[in-house]
């Protein structure tokens, strides 16, 4: 089971932390991936990380601004986000499974949390 939390109302240009703390199992040898959806919008692909945290991928949308990182201790993984922009609101969803970048090709879904950027 995956638990998002963090979400929440922040200004154009603030900052949050997104946290998906796993429970039940052990996701460690999972890549963990951010996933976001905006109402009326297909679900896309934000950031991912492989099992040690070594290597990590963004969507082009928010290269730069966001950071993915896991703690496979914690069996936590978080989404620092920072320069948000209005189009970066949608709800946020934690994901586990193979790394590549569709949904479908992760099997465990985090219930989601949402994000509102004002401007």
């Known amino acids: 089971q995956l638990q998002a939390s963090g979400g929440g109302l922040v200004q154009a240009g603030g900052s949050l932390r997104l946290s998906c703390a796993a429970s039940?199992?052990?996701?460690?040898?999972?890549?963990m991936a951010w996933f976001r959806q905006a109402p009326g919008k297909e679900r896309d692909f934000v950031a991912a990380v492989n099992w040690s945290g070594s290597s990590t991928s963004y969507a082009d949308s928010v290269k730069g601004r966001f950071t993915i990182s896991r703690d496979n201790a914690k069996n936590t993984v978080y989404l620092q986000m920072n320069s948000l922009k209005p189009e970066d609101m949608a709800v946020y969803y934690c994901?586990?499974?193979?790394?590549?970048?569709?949904?479908?090709?992760?099997?465990?879904w985090g219930q989601g949390t949402q994000v509102t950027v004002s401007s």
């Open positions: 039940g199992r052990t996701f460690s040898a999972y890549v």
């Open positions: 994901a586990a499974g193979s790394g590549r970048r569709s949904p479908i090709e992760y099997n465990y």
